[in-house]
């Protein structure tokens, strides 16, 4: 490879007939030899500037030779010049390629020396990640967290969002947008797949990439450790394709997402644990585990007495968006508000608990279909009249509740399955109703 830059060949094509000059000396009156070792002489002295092309100085000497003449000096002075000018071309030719060659090299090695130094800078992202959502221990928490790190990742990112939930029933629980600013979109059945089969998934619309990474709560559960089912989730990142610096980042991203499978099985802990206390410390209410014990009791004894047997499971609409306009502690107070409705609703010998986060779920014997229908409306009208703070009466939080009533050949969990399906359609209907459970299949459970 060429190193040093070759002489111009207008320069080396002058010293080729400076050469010639020299040679036409002897027909001047030089001795021939010593014409011919005056052009040898300066062919040596030019080699230091022009390297092997000075010996194109030393062509014309042919001239000397027998038969030779002047016509024959001015012919072999051309084409010592010609010469030097095509090998100084040649030689300038290959200077430029490894010039460029040289370039191209120092901008790969810029170019990965700043996807190193982008990549060293996202680090402490990640170990940022693991502290803050190790420590969260609500899943609001977790998602506003999950999404500011990703978008601290992948800052070129249009949208990131977290959708998390149990089974097919997954929500949008926090959204940033281009400029940081909170944004939502309810889930599709690209988000339920992922969320509930485990695996990635990449979609690309014309410029648009969105990337989809599973976030997994406690895998065993799904392995059949019993239990609830887990919570799941994805963490999904969309942007333009021109916009992707580097596969790094993405990298990066799918390793932010295992992590938060890891803080995600953390708050279901934290959730189930919560679940296994007899009440519930924020609510009063019972349980989850709990109601669950009394609610197998209350089915035993409907079923000897031959009476019908209500379940519902009650959903409260928008605390998310509560929470950030007012605060966790107003959010709080929502949830006593709302476990406040239903104690003073609910008849005598009904028992309702607090199922997780903003889930409720009650039970009430002797109703059934109209009676299940009516009752979880009063318990919905007494939610949206509660005031969680009655210094603050603007406040109000409404509810979405599913019921259902115990079928002859079901157990309770399968019923509680159908409340909570017809609590989601509830939702999808437009939230602050009630629907019934009755045209909803039952499912083992």
Not at 188 to 202: F, H, K, Q, S, W
Request: a neutral charge.
């Amino acid at each position: 490879m060429t190193t040093v830059a070759p002489p111009s060949p207008w320069r080396a094509a002058a010293f080729a007939l400076a050469g010639g000059g020299v040679v036409g000396l002897a027909w001047a009156g030089l001795h021939p030899g010593a014409a011919a070792a005056l052009a040898g002489g300066l062919a040596l002295a030019g080699w230091p500037v022009l390297g092997p092309l000075a010996l194109t100085a030393a062509l014309p000497a042919a001239a000397l030779l027998p038969g030779g003449g002047l016509p024959a000096l001015a012919g072999w002075s051309v084409a010592a010049a010609a010469a030097a000018t095509g090998l100084a071309l040649v030689d300038e030719a290959r200077y430029r390629a490894a010039a460029r060659r040289v370039q191209d090299e120092l901008r790969d090695a810029e170019h990965e020396r700043q996807v190193l130094q982008r990549t060293i800078e996202r680090y402490p992202v990640l170990m940022d990640a693991c502290m803050e959502l190790s420590a969260a221990r609500d899943l609001d928490r977790f998602a506003m967290t999950l999404c500011e790190r990703a978008r601290g990742l992948l800052p070129e990112a249009r949208e990131v969002l977290v959708h998390l939930g149990r089974g097919r029933q997954i929500t949008c629980r926090a959204g940033l947008g281009a400029g940081g600013q909170p944004t939502a979109r309810d889930p599709g059945e690209d988000e339920i797949y992922v969320a509930n089969e485990a695996r990635p998934l990449t979609r690309r619309d014309g410029p648009e990439l969105r990337c989809l990474l599973p976030l997994r709560g406690d895998r065993r559960r799904d392995e059949g450790g019993g239990g609830p089912d887990p919570v799941r989730g994805v963490l999904s990142a969309g942007f333009q394709v021109a916009t992707v610096g580097d596969r790094v980042a993405i990298e990066l991203l799918a390793a932010l997402a295992r992590i938060g499978g890891l803080g995600l099985a953390a708050v279901d802990l934290v959730d189930q644990a919560r679940g296994l206390a007899l009440h519930d410390d924020l609510t009063g209410l019972f349980g989850r585990h709990e109601f669950l014990r009394r609610l197998d009791e209350q089915l035993a004894q409907a079923r000897r007495q031959g009476e019908a047997l209500m379940v519902a499971m009650c959903d409260m609409d928008r605390l998310k968006a509560y929470n950030d306009r007012y605060g966790h502690p107003a959010g709080d107070a929502a949830l006593r508000a709302v476990a406040g409705a239903m104690r003073a609703t609910l008849p005598a010998g009904a028992i309702a608990c607090r199922w997780g986060g903003e889930e409720f779920a009650f039970l009430a014997a002797g109703h059934g279909e109209a009676a299940a229908l009516q009752l979880g409306d009063e318990v919905r009208r007494a939610i949206a009249a509660a005031l969680p703070d009655p210094a603050h009466p603007e406040r109000r939080v409404t509810a979405s509740i599913g019921v259902a009533v115990l079928r002859a050949d079901e157990g309770a969990k399968a019923a509680l399955v159908r409340a909570d399906a017809a609590c989601y359609r509830a939702k999808a209907e437009g939230r602050d109703r009630v629907s019934s459970a009755a045209d909803i299949p039952s499912v083992s459970a």
